[in-house]
């Protein structure tokens, strides 16, 4: 039997802070390499969709600063209805910094504005001055293993929730410095500050996506394995620095 999934890159064209289109490029060569045909498709600001939210089996969407923020908040919302029909369907989407406070309920910049949220979630940011920077240790929520997960954290905003987190802060600061927790999990949507790009350096964590999207469009049990040893000793090395 022969497998596909198609994915969806969106606002990749200006929300790649920090490398976050590697995301994308990862999800595809582990796909690749597994023979499972990877097909993208991309939407961007006043893009027309050309793509059924049906037909989807994993987004991704990347981190940006406030300005684009603000500029995809307002296009994004044109989405909202789908993109909640969506993840409450269980549709598996992955959403790094900024494009995770967009998920949210409110979020106030630097300045104090009001910016444009989906409101799809109970979430709440407020940016400050004083930006949370620097390489970042969790241990994941998921009960994936390896259990950390390493990443770069740059942000001013201050996140917080009631929802499942991502991990438990090891190192580093989180979704605001004080709870000790990093990101969200809800069904299969995860928000995360974690840049870097995070998959490359966590490919368990895309391994997890690429599973959850063949078991909703194939009802399989498990995905092919792969020989990560390199990936997995660059990730030891960084786990070992921040311990």
């Not at 603000?70 to 900024?98: A, H, P």
Request: proline letters at 2%; one cysteine or more.
């Amino acid at each position: 039997m022969s497998f596909e999934l198609n994915v969806v890159d969106m606002y990749s064209d200006i929300l790649n802070i920090y490398g976050d289109i590697g995301n994308l490029k990862c999800i595809k060569k582990r796909c690749e390499w597994r023979g499972i045909k990877f097909n993208q498709k991309s939407y961007s600001v006043n893009h027309d969709m050309d793509f059924d939210y049906d037909d989807i089996d994993l987004i991704l969407i990347g981190g940006g600063s406030d300005r684009t923020q603000s500029i995809v908040s307002n296009d994004l919302l044109k989405q909202r209805q789908d993109l909640e029909n969506y993840i409450e369907n269980d549709g598996v989407i992955l959403t790094i910094c900024g494009s995770y406070q967009m998920f949210g309920n409110e979020y106030y910049d630097v300045n104090g504005d009001n910016i444009s949220c989906l409101e799809i979630f109970d979430i709440k940011t407020t940016s400050q001055q004083d930006r949370l920077i620097g390489d970042i240790l969790i241990e994941n929520n998921l009960g994936l293993e390896p259990k950390e997960v390493v990443g770069f954290e740059n942000h001013g905003g201050r996140t917080f929730h009631n929802y499942k987190s991502l991990g438990k802060v090891i190192s580093g600061h989180g979704n605001n410095d004080e709870d000790n927790n990093e990101g969200m999990i809800y069904k299969n949507f995860i928000g995360t500050y974690l840049h870097g790009p995070f998959l490359p350096k966590n490919p368990h964590i895309a391994d997890y996506l690429i599973f959850n999207a063949m078991e909703n469009k194939y009802d399989v049990d498990s995905i092919e394995e792969l020989n990560d040893e390199i990936e997995l000793k660059a990730h030891e090395v960084m786990v070992n620095r921040l311990k």
